[in-house]
C-alpha cells in the first residue's frame, strides 16, 4: 500500500477565513443590487427584452432553486419601468353587430374613468331628456305642430263633407274610420225611410254611396300621410331636442381623446342609437318618478346596459410597461372568458361579461409563465403559439369551441404586442426544442441558468452582500463574519466543489431564515456559525427518519456489512439516497465469482431487472477492461457473476462499476480485500476511474457507519482522483482523519485500486504481455490459463463429436 494514495487532511475541506470580512455584521454592507455568476444569462435576457422583431420571446432554463424566477422579474421590472406605459384596453358594444363587440385602445389610465362617465352620462341623459320634453318651448313647438296637423285634418275633411253634401250624402267621423249617410231635404235618412222608398230611388243612393267610397279611401290614404308627417315632425323636433342636449354631453367626453378615431366613431354610434330609441328614455305612465325605468332585457330588447364600457386592462398603477407573472395559466386565466348568467333556465351573457386574460394585461408589456404549469392545462400552449404568431388576441369561450355550450359573444380580435417569457428545466426545453416545430420561431432566445459560480473574493464578497439583502428584506438578524464564513461553506458543499459557490439561492435563503430563527430562539444580537450549524443539523434531524432506519439495520446486522478483515471477491459499494432535500450515503456489499462456464458476464441485478441502463452500461464496460488486460492472446474462457447482496429495489448508474471490478480481480486472483475500505468511483474500459457524484454523502454514510461499529484506523474510502476537489466533507469526517481513526484514499486506474485493496502490486506486463506470477495480475493470469487448459482437456474428453 503506498502512502501516496491517501488524501492529506486539508484537502478534505476548504475553509473560508472570516478575517477576510471587513465588517462587525451584514448590517453595515450595502444589500446586494447585482446578479452573481450569471452572465451568460443575464446577457441573454438582455438581449431578448431590446430585441423588438417578432418570435424573440424568452425561454429561461436552469436548475430549480437558482432564483431564476425572482431575477427574471427584477431584470424585467427595472427595463420595464424605462418604457413608456401602453394604452388601456376597453370593450364596447358594436351597436350594428351586438354579438361581435369591439375593443379599443384608450391612453394609458383613461379607461376606468371613461366608464364611469359613459354610466353618469346614461344616468343623465335619462334624468334630462323627459325634463327637455315637458319644456315651454318644447311643449309650445310640440303644440303648433299638432295645431297645423289638426287643422290640415280638419281642412280634408272639410273638403270630403263638401263633396258629400253634392251628392246628398253626409260623413260622420268615429273611431274605427268615417260613416257614409244618404240625406232627403238636408236630412239623414232612417233606415224605415229608405225601406219606404221606390225600388230605383234605393239604388240610386246605393250607387251614390258606392261611388263616393273612392273619395273616402283617397281621403283616409291622405289622412294617414298626414298622420305620417306629423309623426315625423314630431319625431324630428324630438330628436332636435335629445340631439342638443345629448351632443352637449358627449362632447364633453369627446375632448380627451381629439384625435383618436376608435373612440370617436364609438361616440357617434352612440349619438346614433340614443336619437334612435329616444321613446326607451321616457318614463312610462306607471313610473312617475320622471326618470326612464330599465327596460326588460331578458329578451334580447332593449338595455341601457348597451352604452357600458367594460373596462378590460387598466393602467391607473402602472409604471413603465406592464409585467405580469401568471402563476396559474389555465385557459381563461391567460386568455380571458365569456362568463354567462344563469336566468329562466337559460345562460345569459353580454360584452360586459367578457373578462381579460394576463396576456391582454401584459399588452404591450411582459407575461412571465412556468412552462411545466403551462403544458398541465389544456389548450394553453396551442392557443399560446397562435397568437404570438398572429400577434392578435381572440377571448373565446372555451365550452363553446368544444361543443358544450353556446356563446352569443365573439368578440373582435386585440392587436398583441407583448413579450413572453416562459421559465423552466432543460429537459421539457429540450423536448419542445425537438418535437415542436414551432418553438424555435418564436422562442428565439434562450437565457441560460448556471447553478454554481467561481470561487473568489469577489463573488465572495457578493455572497455576503447576498446574505445581507436577504436579511434586511426578510427581516432576519444580522449575520457575523462567522456566520458568512459558514454559510460560504454551506454554498461550497453544496456545489459540491471546493472551488465553487452554489447559486441555488432557494435553499440557501430557506437556511439563513432557519439560523435566524435559532438566533432569536438564543436571543443572540447576530446570526453566527453556531446558529448555522445548529439550523442544518435541525434540517438534517426532520428529515432524515429513513436514513437512521437504515442506519440501525447494519447495527444490528439486518443488513450485513464487514467492516474490518479481509474477503475474496467481496468489496463495500456506497450509494446516494436522495429524500426530499435531504442525500444520504448508504454501503452496501458487491461480491463476485468467477468460474468456468458459458463465457460472459452475468449481473444478477440486471438479470433480476433491477438494474437500470446506466448501471448495466457500466457492467458491460467490465468486459472490454477484462478483454483489454487479459484475452489479447486467448479468450477469457470463464463465467462471472456480479451482484449487490441484500439489494431488493432498482439500482442505476455506474459509480459501483470499479468496485464490481476490484471483486471480479479479488475473486479471480483468489486474494482478499480489505473489508475496511469503502469503494466508489466508475471505470471505462482502459481502466481508469472516473468522477462520480455524491462523493461527500458517500464518504459520510459510511463513517457514520463505521463509527458506529468502531473506528479501528484501518477504515476508509476510495475515490476517484477526480473528486478530490469535490471534497467538503463535514468537521467529525475531517477530525478523525486527522487523528489517523479514518482515511480516504485517491486513485486515477484500477491497478491503483487493486493494489490499495489487496496490498498486493497490480504488476507490470513484459513484452509478451506477462505479469509478474506474485503480483494481481499475474495471478489472474494464471487462473485463466488453467481454466482454459482445464476447458481444452474437459473438449478432448468428449471426443470430436461431442466437442
Given amino acids: 500500500m503506498s502512502p501516496s494514495y491517501e488524501i492529506p487532511v486539508e484537502a478534505l475541506f476548504k475553509h473560508c477565513d472570516p478575517a477576510q470580512f471587513d465588517f462587525q455584521d451584514t448590517s453595515a454592507l450595502d444589500p446586494l443590487e447585482t446578479v452573481i455568476g450569471q452572465e451568460r444569462a443575464v446577457q441573454a435576457i438582455d438581449f431578448g427584452l431590446n430585441m423588438k422583431s417578432a418570435g424573440y420571446n424568452i425561454f429561461v432554463t436552469g436548475p430549480v432553486g437558482t432564483g431564476k424566477s425572482t431575477i427574471v422579474g427584477d431584470i424585467v421590472r427595472q427595463y420595464a419601468r424605462k418604457e413608456e406605459c401602453p394604452p388601456d384596453w376597453i370593450l364596447v358594444n358594436n351597436f350594428s353587430d351586438p354579438y361581435r363587440p369591439v375593443a379599443i385602445a384608450v391612453p394609458p389610465g383613461c379607461a376606468y374613468g371613461f366608464s364611469k362617465r359613459m354610466s353618469k352620462l346614461v344616468t343623465d341623459v335619462r334624468q334630462a331628456l323627459p325634463k327637455a320634453f315637458d319644456n315651454k318651448e318644447f311643449q309650445d313647438r310640440q303644440a303648433a305642430l299638432q295645431s297645423q296637423y289638426s287643422a290640415a285634418q280638419e281642412n280634408i275633411f272639410e273638403d270630403l263633407s263638401r263633396k258629400a253634401a253634392e251628392r246628398q250624402l253626409r260623413i260622420n267621423r268615429t273611431k274605427i274610420g268615417y260613416q257614409t249617410l244618404a240625406l232627403k231635404n238636408d236630412q239623414p235618412i232612417t233606415q224605415e225611410d229608405f225601406e219606404n222608398l221606390p225600388p230605383e230611388e234605393q239604388t240610386q243612393i246605393k250607387e251614390n254611396i258606392r261611388s263616393f267610397q273612392a273619395e273616402i279611401e283617397a281621403t283616409e290614404t291622405q289622412t294617414n300621410q298626414l298622420a305620417q308627417e306629423h309623426q315625423v315632425r314630431i319625431e324630428k323636433l324630438m330628436q332636435e331636442v335629445a340631439l342638443f342636449l345629448i351632443r352637449n354631453r358627449l362632447n364633453v367626453l369627446r375632448q380627451p381623446f381629439e384625435g383618436r378615431k376608435a373612440i370617436q366613431g364609438y361616440l357617434d354610434a352612440v349619438q346614433a342609437d340614443m336619437l334612435e330609441n329616444i321613446q326607451f328614455f321616457m318614463p312610462t305612465?306607471?313610473?312617475?318618478?320622471?326618470?326612464?325605468?330599465?327596460?326588460?332585457?331578458?329578451?334580447?330588447?332593449?338595455?341601457?346596459?348597451?352604452?357600458?364600457?367594460?373596462?378590460?386592462?387598466?393602467?391607473?398603477?402602472?409604471?413603465?410597461?406592464?409585467?405580469?407573472?401568471?402563476?396559474?395559466p389555465t385557459y381563461q386565466n391567460v386568455f380571458g372568458q365569456i362568463e354567462k348568467r344563469a336566468y329562466l333556465g337559460a345562460l345569459k351573457t353580454d360584452f360586459t361579461m367578457v373578462q381579460a386574460g394576463s396576456l391582454l394585461r401584459a399588452n404591450g408589456g411582459y407575461l412571465l409563465m412556468e412552462i411545466e404549469a403551462v403544458m398541465m392545462n389544456p389548450m394553453v400552449w396551442e392557443a399560446l403559439k397562435r397568437a404570438l404568431q398572429s400577434k392578435l388576441l381572440s377571448i373565446e369561450d372555451v365550452a363553446s369551441e368544444m361543443g358544450y355550450g353556446v356563446s352569443s359573444q365573439r368578440p373582435e380580435p386585440i392587436p398583441l404586442d407583448v413579450k413572453v417569457i416562459l421559465l423552466g428545466g432543460y429537459a421539457?426545453?429540450?423536448?419542445?426544442?425537438?418535437?415542436?416545430?414551432?418553438?424555435?420561431?418564436?422562442?428565439?432566445?434562450?437565457?441560460?441558468?448556471?447553478?454554481?459560480?467561481?470561487?473568489?473574493?469577489?463573488?465572495?464578497?457578493l455572497y455576503a452582500r447576498f446574505i445581507a439583502r436577504v436579511a434586511r428584506e426578510e427581516n432576519l438578524r444580522p449575520f457575523s463574519p462567522e456566520g458568512v464564513a459558514a454559510m460560504v461553506e454551506y454554498g461550497q458543499r453544496f456545489a459540491a466543489d471546493q472551488q465553487k459557490l452554489s447559486l441555488r439561492f432557494g435553499p440557501i435563503v430557506g437556511v439563513l431564515k432557519e439560523a435566524d430563527f435559532w438566533a432569536r430562539q438564543m436571543e443572540a444580537a447576530a446570526v453566527t456559525e453556531a446558529h448555522i450549524h445548529k439550523a442544518l443539523h435541525k434540517r438534517r434531524f426532520r428529515y432524515n427518519l429513513y436514513e437512521e432506519k437504515m442506519a440501525a439495520a447494519f447495527e444490528d446486522e439486518s443488513v450485513l456489512l464487514d467492516v474490518t478483515g479481509g474477503m475474496v471477491g467481496q468489496v463495500n459499494a456506497l450509494a446516494v439516497y436522495q429524500m426530499g432535500d435531504i442525500a444520504f450515503g448508504r454501503p452496501s456489499r458487491i461480491t463476485a465469482e468467477t468460474f468456468m462456464g458459458k463465457p460472459g458476464l452475468v449481473s444478477i441485478e440486471r438479470e433480476a431487472e433491477l438494474s437500470g441502463s446506466s448501471h448495466d452500461k457500466g457492467v458491460l464496460i467490465l468486459s472490454g477492461y477484462l478483454g483489454r488486460t487479459f484475452a489479447q492472446h486467448h479468450p477469457l474462457g470463464l463465467a462471472i457473476s456480479i451482484a449487490f447482496e441484500q439489494s431488493y429495489g432498482p439500482i442505476d448508474g455506474d459509480s459501483a462499476s470499479s468496485t464490481e471490478l476490484y471483486a471480479i480481480l479479488s475473486s479471480l486472483a483468489n486474494l482478499p480485500i480489505r473489508q475496511g475500505i469503502a469503494v466508489t468511483g466508475s471505470v471505462n474500459q482502459k481502466g481508469e476511474i472516473q468522477a462520480i457524484g455524491g462523493v461527500n454523502q458517500k464518504i459520510e454514510g459510511y463513517f457514520d457507519v463505521c463509527r458506529k461499529r468502531g473506528l479501528d484506523g484501518q477504515q476508509g474510502v476510495l475515490i476517484p482522483r477526480a473528486n478530490v476537489k469535490n471534497l467538503m466533507l463535514k468537521t467529525e469526517v475531517v477530525q478523525a482523519v486527522a487523528q489517523g481513526r479514518f482515511h480516504i484514499y485517491q486513485v486515477a486506474h484500477a491497478t491503483e485500486g487493486v493494489e490499495l485493496l489487496t496490498g498486493v502490486a497490480a504488476g507490470t506486463p513484459d513484452d509478451d504481455g506477462n505479469y509478474p506470477a506474485e503480483s494481481v495480475y499475474g495471478r489472474i493470469q494464471h487462473k485463466l490459463k488453467t481454466f482454459n487448459e482445464r476447458r481444452r482437456q474437459l473438449d478432448r474428453d468428449r471426443g470430436p463429436e461431442t466437442a
Fill in 285 to 328: 305612465r306607471e313610473n312617475g318618478s320622471g326618470t326612464a325605468e330599465e327596460p326588460n332585457n331578458h329578451l334580447g330588447g332593449f338595455s341601457f346596459t348597451r352604452y357600458s364600457v367594460n373596462v378590460l386592462a387598466d393602467r391607473r398603477q402602472v409604471q413603465g410597461a406592464p409585467v405580469i407573472f401568471e402563476p396559474n
Fill in 428 to 461: 421539457i426545453f429540450e423536448k419542445l426544442q425537438n418535437f415542436d416545430s414551432k418553438f424555435d420561431k418564436i422562442f428565439k432566445v434562450r437565457a441560460d441558468f448556471d447553478n454554481e459560480v467561481d470561487l473568489s473574493a469577489e463573488t465572495i464578497g
